[in-house]
């Protein structure tokens, strides 16, 4: 006979099984192996896997994010410090007043202020990838 419960082989006429002592006398009639129980397994063997692999995880996001905050920071100081030099190309005056000059260096300006929007974005956009790739499995 076998336990109904944790599936022990049973001593011939006892009814409290010796591993789980599960009453087998309710029973109607004698339960056959539901289940192979293989005794090499340990309980714990799963679970500290389990853990091991979350705490890489964990390391792995932790540094991922990090990267991805250098970038983010980085990318916006540049397009900041971009901007700047834009705005103070657009405010080249020559001192003879309106000139080609002038029309010059205002769409070099705008140019340029564009072009830090374009470093923001791209900043935000890499940043991102690396986020996503520390959260991935």
Not at 54 to 77: G, Q
Not at 80 to 95: D, N, P, T
Request: net charge negative; proline share 4%; with cysteine.
């Amino acid at each position: 006979m076998y336990c109904a419960k944790c599936g022990a082989i049973l001593p011939e006429n006892e009814q409290v099984c010796p591993q789980c002592q599960f009453d087998n006398s309710s029973l109607q009639k004698p339960a056959q192996a539901p289940f192979q129980v293989d005794q090499t397994l340990s309980v714990h063997q799963e679970p500290l896997e389990h853990s091991q692999w979350d705490i890489a995880h964990i390391i792995r996001l932790c540094i991922y994010c990090l990267l991805a905050l250098v970038v983010l920071i980085l990318s916006f100081v540049a397009a900041g410090k971009i901007s700047e030099a834009g705005l103070e190309i657009m405010q080249i005056e020559s001192v003879g007043g309106k000139t080609l000059d002038e029309a010059y260096y205002y769409r070099l300006g705008e140019l340029y202020s564009g072009y830090a929007l374009f470093a923001r974005s791209i900043g935000i956009f890499f940043a991102s990838v690396l986020a996503w790739l520390g959260f991935r499995k």
